[in-house]
């Protein structure tokens, strides 16, 4: 069977996520148990993988469900937890002295602290932090979500102390030992490529995420709205990208995005305090009363208005609970602290499940999941909650994880056996490789602008950027090398690509919407999140091509016309936005002249 034909059959169980999922916005709970069917047949049929290798990834995906339903709970405990005490109430009011202007409150949580947690722990963590913080703030359900998954672009590279790089990157390239004596230092010089591409394509997020969310969610129905802080979203994007840059540059991989996060989040909070770029009063912006709110944006998780026993709660008793767990996510990451080694030293296994290679682990020291409850049980003695109110949490979150078991039971292990269909009797490469192996072929020179798509189509089928680059990094290293440009970029762009689709990644949707119990309407999130995740794929393939090919076709290329054409229009819309609110400002200033 020849390479074209197998691209188009590997893209089956995708086409069905988009059919069902996307198109005909199904639940995930409906739509990917046909998704795994069409992997399952495929594997069995076509690439002829024998059954107990289908079976011993399908189990693997089982544990791995599970492991991120542990997540999904602890996180929603710990809101829980928090809305019993009374701390998200303090936290809601401590945000309004900030700015009440909820377009200042989502760049300042999903961007900056977002970007922090990313660098922390990774691997959706940030949405299981940032997305029900959010509804804690009386953002709706899926309006949260959609900002927390948008910003799982740009910090994702350097998420978990570098993981998708030193991991990801470093173990796809290894798997040929002549591309160099030196993978560390190859690594590191492609993190700086990494962290410029990310850095310039990236500018833009926050700004997307407040147009979105006046666009979608917002009274007017208006991305007018959200332009109109384009000055405040620049200036947050910067303070975090221009740390992040330097970082990635001068000392790694491991913190861009950690160190990024915290001093942006030291620059932009006081900065808005004062003002500084900030709409005037009279255009501070909110979301309709709740009333007016289309209930699909709503989920399970009510939150309610509880004060503290006391009757008031300090800011820094309220923020003591996201601050420990910062805290233990960095002690916990960092290999360079014993305790890092004690954590992971605890990993329960399944070896070789039916006789295959295949193994899953897990380990529970290690997770997330365990670091929200152990925080959580920490903000009930901090908080000083009572029993009945911290049982009354945890049966809360328990009744609200169950939904989402549903989708992942299918989606992880559909992913498992997408990703392990290599080997067969048939002798083709997995899925994923062959399906990358045709757009190549049919792209050739033009290669750059499409590889960051693969990047993002790896982590859409896989959930994870690590993963997506441990596929395809040496491809993408080989297929740039072929074509003779600097392969180091790309595999940067691999990396970016990779990043972005965490944007799409449907089972880190199928996780963010069980955080805020909006399970079911994973399909209307991915419609809102593509348009970026296409702006972010194809901006830094596009800036890629450039870079690579400038030297030898000139400055005017299609990639920095593409670059040209995406900055005009973005600058052209920013201009003419802000001419049209002066306008209606003007308008609506002028007295009244009634006709004679």
């Known amino acids: ?55 011993a990834a399908s189990v693997n995906g089982l544990v791995v469900a599970a492991t991120l339903l542990y997540i999904i709970f602890g996180a929603i405990l710990l809101l829980n937890t928090l809305q019993e005490s009374g701390g998200i109430k303090t936290i809601r009011e401590g945000f309004i002295d900030i700015s009440p202007d909820r377009r200042v409150q989502v760049i300042i949580v999903a961007w900056l602290f977002g970007s922090f947690i990313e660098g922390t722990a990774g691997f959706g963590t940030p949405a299981a932090v940032a997305v029900p913080l959010l509804v804690g703030l009386g953002f ?15 910090p994702v590279s350097f998420g978990a ?4 790089v030193l991991v990801g990157v ?3 390239l290894a798997a040929d030992a002549s591309i160099t004596d030196n993978f560390l230092s190859l690594v590191t010089g492609i993190a700086g490529q990494v962290a410029i591409i990310h850095a310039i394509t990236g500018t833009l997020v926050p700004l997307f995420v407040v147009a979105l969310m006046t666009r979608f969610f917002g009274k007017n129905k208006s991305f007018s709205e959200g332009l109109q802080i384009w000055k405040f979203a620049l200036f ?9 840059v330097l970082v990635a540059n001068l000392l790694g991989p491991e913190f861009p995005s950690l160190i990024g996060g915290l001093v942006g989040l030291a620059i932009v909070i006081p900065a808005a305090k004062k003002g500084f770029l900030m709409p005037p009063k009279d255009q501070q912006w909110d979301f309709d009363e709740q009333s007016q709110w289309d209930p699909s944006w709503t989920g399970r998780i ?21 601050l420990l767990i910062g805290l233990i996510l960095v002690l916990t990451r960092l290999k360079a602290l014993p305790l890092n080694e004690w954590i992971t030293s ?26 929200f409850v152990l925080v959580s049980l920490i903000t009930f003695i901090i908080h000083q909650m009572s029993t009945g109110a911290y049982k009354k949490a945890l049966t809360h979150s328990a009744k609200t994880m169950i939904p989402a078991s549903a989708a992942l039971i299918f989606t992880v292990p559909m992913v498992q056996v997408f990703l392990n269909s290599e080997g067969g ?32 189509l790896g982590a859409f089928i896989a959930g994870s950027n690590t993963v997506s680059n441990m596929m395809f990094s040496l491809f993408q290293y080989n297929v740039g090398s072929q074509i003779g440009v600097n392969a180091n970029w790309i595999v940067a762009l691999q990396a970016v690509g990779g990043a972005a689709g965490n944007m799409i990644c449907v089972h880190n949707v199928v996780a963010a919407c069980a955080v805020v119990g909006l399970v079911g309407k994973e399909g209307d999130i991915i419609r809102k999140t593509i348009f970026p995740f296409l702006y972010y794929a194809m901006f830094a393939g596009a800036l890629g091509y450039t870079i690579v090919w400038t030297a030898e076709k000139g400055i005017f290329n299609i990639g920095s016309i593409i670059v040209a054409i995406i900055s005009t229009i973005a600058v052209y819309i920013i201009a003419s936005n802000k001419r049209r609110m002066t306008e209606l400002s003007l308008n609506k200033d002028k007295p009244f002249k009634s006709a004679k």
């Open 302 to 322: 009510e939150i309610k208005d509880v004060t503290h026993k006391s009757g008031r709660m300090s800011m820094i008793r309220a923020w003591t609970p996201y």
């Open 140 to 154: 709706p359900a899926m309006a949260a979500v959609v900002a927390g998954m948008v910003i799982q672009s740009t």
């Open 346 to 371: 605890w990993t329960l296994e399944l070896n070789n499940i039916f006789g295959t290679s295949i193994t899953a682990s897990f380990q529970p020291l290690h997770s997330p999941g365990t670091v």
């Open 236 to 244: 947050a994007a910067f303070a975090m990208t221009i740390p992040y």
């Open 170 to 172: 470093q173990t796809g």
């Open 161 to 164: 102390v570098g993981t998708p």
């Open 1 to 55: 069977m020849n390479t074209g034909t197998l691209a188009m059959l590997s893209l089956l169980p995708i086409v069905a996520v988009g059919i069902f999922l996307v198109g005909l916005r199904w639940p995930a709970s409906k739509a990917m148990p046909i998704s795994y069917i069409v992997a399952v047949l495929l594997a069995l049929f076509v690439w002829q993988v024998p059954g107990a290798v289908v079976a």
């Open 425 to 456: 009797l048939a002798g083709y490469e997995s899925m994923p490789m062959e399906l990358a192996t045709g757009v190549a072929n049919l792209t050739g020179d033009f290669w750059p602008l499409f590889s960051t798509f693969v990047g993002g």
